[in-house]
């Protein structure tokens, strides 16, 4: 179990233009400055998830990668006061792979940065029987709060980044011990 964690970052949004990347990739940078980590990106832009739920390929893949993580982090933007579909299509393409397993937000949006979002998705999280971890990492007008270079001098979402990162790593250590032990039950 001195294994780094493996930690799958699933970035959410689909829109073309959208913000996504200059989020993700600054959350990235700081991911992966942590040892304690091996980091992966699930980009739902490129990952084709049947909004049907059909079993395909791509989908066994996807749950693959998800059944072999010990964390987990979403990137999600806000859309009329939700998330977006393309996470909801996410969640709902594997079942078993998220149990028992420890999941991070990193939200933004206008005057909430996402908030409304991921209130939504502890709930759904809740169902498929993950951890939520408290710590969020939430830009508000997430546009004005990063430079050309992709950085960010707001102080509390690097504070809450690197607290989100410290709350996921205990949780992941303890339910990827905790699994090996004794199988989540209803596995």
Do not use: C
């Not at 999600?76 to 909801?88: M, R, V």
Request: glycine content about 6%; charged content about 30%.
């Amino acid at each position: 179990m001195d294994t780094p964690l493996r930690l799958e970052v699933i970035i959410a949004s689909v829109r073309p233009k959208r913000f996504a990347p200059v989020v993700a990739d600054w959350f990235l940078r700081r991911a992966r400055s942590d040892a304690e980590f091996e980091v992966g990106v699930i980009d739902l832009m490129d990952t084709p998830l049947p909004m049907d739920l059909t079993e395909t390929d791509e989908v066994r893949a996807f749950q693959q990668r998800i059944g072999a993580a010990d964390a987990l982090v979403a990137i999600t933007s806000e859309y009329n006061h939700g998330y977006p579909a393309s996470l909801k299509t996410a969640f709902d393409s594997a079942k078993r792979e998220w149990r028992g397993k420890p999941i991070g937000f990193v939200s933004y949006g206008g005057l909430s940065g996402g908030l409304r979002a991921v209130e939504q998705l502890r709930q759904v999280v809740a169902e498929i029987h993950m951890v939520s971890i408290r710590e969020t990492v939430s830009f508000h007008e997430a546009k004005r709060r990063f430079d050309a270079d992709g950085e960010t001098r707001d102080g509390a979402a690097i504070d809450a980044a690197d607290r989100m990162l410290r709350q996921l790593a205990w949780w992941a250590r303890a339910l990827r011990t905790a699994r090996a032990a004794d199988p989540y039950p209803g596995s």
